[in-house]
């Protein structure tokens, strides 16, 4: 079983449109202009969505507040290649 709260601490927002996971991942979203990097999946909103590696050093974030993070909901299936 997911301990949804566990999860959720080890999310970071570094800005509005990344986060931190677990000090150790990068998340990232941005609009389809603004990429060229391939991303995992988009939601129905225009967003897509990468992870790399979390960069060294680690940049600043702050706990996640309560309209931070996209909700699941919005998001659909469109899973890419996957390349970490």
Do not use: C
Request: aromatic share 10%; glycine share 4%; charged share 20%.
């Amino acid at each position: 079983m997911i301990m949804l709260g566990h999860l959720r601490d080890s999310v970071k927002q570094v800005d509005g449109n990344s986060w931190l996971i677990d000090d150790r991942l990068f998340l990232r979203r941005s609009q389809a202009h603004e990429t060229s990097e391939e991303y995992l999946w988009r939601d129905g909103e225009g967003w897509h969505y990468s992870i790399v590696d979390a960069p060294t050093p680690l940049p600043n974030a702050s706990p996640l507040s309560s309209d931070s993070f996209p909700s699941y909901s919005t998001m659909s299936a469109t899973p890419q290649s996957l390349t970490i």
